[in-house]
C-alpha cells in the first residue's frame, strides 16, 4: 500500500506561482512512476506531469516550459511548480502513483484557481 498526501493548493492571480507538494508514504519501494493530473469542473481528469522512477519526465503539452515535476527522495516528496499560472489551470489537481504490479494509488486532491 502507498499512502499519498496533496498540499499546496490556493488562490492566486494570473500569471503568479504556486508548489504542489505531494507527500508519500507506505510501502515508497513499489513505486514506478509518479503522475500530476487535474481535473476542472465538467471537464475529464487530465494527465498533466509524469515522473519515472529513473527521472525522466514528461507533460502535456499546455503546460510545457511553465510546469516543473520533480522529486526529494529525502522527504518521500513530489513536487509540482507551476509558474506563469492562466485562468485554465484552475482544477482539483490529484497525485498519482503507480506501482509495479500496476495498482494505481491517488491523493484526495488540492484545489488550485487561478483569478484576479
Known amino acids: 500500500q502507498v499512502q499519498l498526501v496533496e498540499s499546496g493548493g490556493g488562490l492566486v492571480q494570473p500569471g503568479g506561482s504556486l508548489r504542489l507538494s505531494c507527500k508519500f508514504s507506505?510501502?515508497?519501494?513499489?513505486?514506478?512512476?509518479m503522475h500530476w493530473y487535474r481535473q476542472a469542473p465538467g471537464k475529464d481528469r487530465e494527465l498533466v506531469a509524469t515522473?519515472?522512477?529513473?527521472?525522466?519526465?514528461d507533460y502535456v503539452d499546455s503546460v510545457k516550459g511553465r510546469f516543473t515535476i520533480s522529486r526529494d527522495s529525502a522527504v518521500n516528496t513530489v513536487y509540482l511548480q507551476m509558474n506563469s499560472l492562466k485562468p485554465e489551470d484552475t482544477a482539483v489537481y490529484y497525485c498519482?502513483?503507480?506501482?509495479?504490479?500496476?495498482?494505481?494509488?491517488w491523493g484526495q486532491g488540492t484545489q488550485v484557481t487561478v483569478s484576479s
Open positions: 498519482n502513483a503507480n506501482d509495479i504490479h500496476e495498482i494505481r494509488y
Open positions: 507506505g510501502n515508497i519501494f513499489s513505486i514506478n512512476i
Open positions: 515522473l519515472s522512477r529513473g527521472g525522466v519526465t
